[in-house]
T-cell receptor, first 111, second 115 residues
């Protein structure tokens, strides 16, 4: 069975500081991995995805993520956060026509 | 290009009633998936349709059902509503082909409140 763990429920960072959101997955084969962002009352927007190839993937809004097979991780990073990055972030693993999501990490930005 | 459209955006129903939610995928997309999002359970997969056929189903009771029409629009129905069905229901569409190597585009969701 596939599963995703996001160990941090809530993270607070200062505007301009760097960010890393953690994601660990369990999947029996080569995983398809995704990071989505959700603003309050909105749907999900894809930030980036990993299917194969280069393990460092670039996404929108200045985000990147690194796939580490040995650690079963796909952590999301951003060098300098902006107040508009405040939202909930979901890591997901794909397979068998469905996405399995983590429980999400709520990001708060302080001035 | 229009995005995924879900209607209605908000809905209030009474326990025991039934409800139908609608999803219009992006033009040309043939795969539609439904997810339930609640504070307690997070995002959970309901079912996925491709070319009018249900290809996969999540672990939900039979009260939850869906269908897809020839124009790829999809509906999901929940019968005999319970308080615990209150949630944000999200629809996602994909173009075609292998489901996982194409991006899923999500709608804004339908917020269902059961009272």
């Amino acid at each position: 069975a596939q599963s995703v763990t996001q160990p941090d429920i809530h993270i607070t960072v200062s505007e301009g500081a760097s960010l890393e959101l953690r994601c660990n997955y369990s999947y029996g084969a080569t995983p398809y991995l995704f990071w989505y962002v959700q603003s309050p009352g909105q749907g999900l927007q894809l930030l980036l995805k990993y299917f194969s190839g280069d393990t460092l993937v670039q996404g929108i809004k200045g985000f990147e993520a690194e796939f580490k097979r040995s650690q079963s991780s796909f952590n999301l990073r951003k060098p300098s956060v902006h107040w508009s990055d405040a939202a909930e972030y979901f890591c997901a693993v794909g397979g068998n026509e469905k996405l399995t999501f983590g429980t999400g990490t709520r990001l708060t930005i302080i001035p | 290009k229009a995005g995924v459209t879900q209607t209605p955006r908000y809905l209030i129903k009474t326990r025991g009633q039934q409800v139908t939610l609608s999803c219009s995928p992006i033009s040309g997309h043939r795969s539609v998936s439904w997810y339930q999002q609640t504070p307690g359970q997070g995002l959970q997969f309901l079912f996925e349709y491709f070319s009018e056929t249900q290809r996969n189903k999540g672990n939900f009771p039979g009260r939850f059902s869906g269908r897809q029409f020839s124009n790829s629009r999809s509906e999901m129905n929940v019968s005999t509503l319970e308080l615990g069905d209150s949630a944000l229901y999200l629809c996602a569409s994909r173009p075609t082909g292998h489901p996982m190597n194409t991006e899923a585009f999500f709608g804004q969701g339908t917020r269902l409140t059961v009272v």
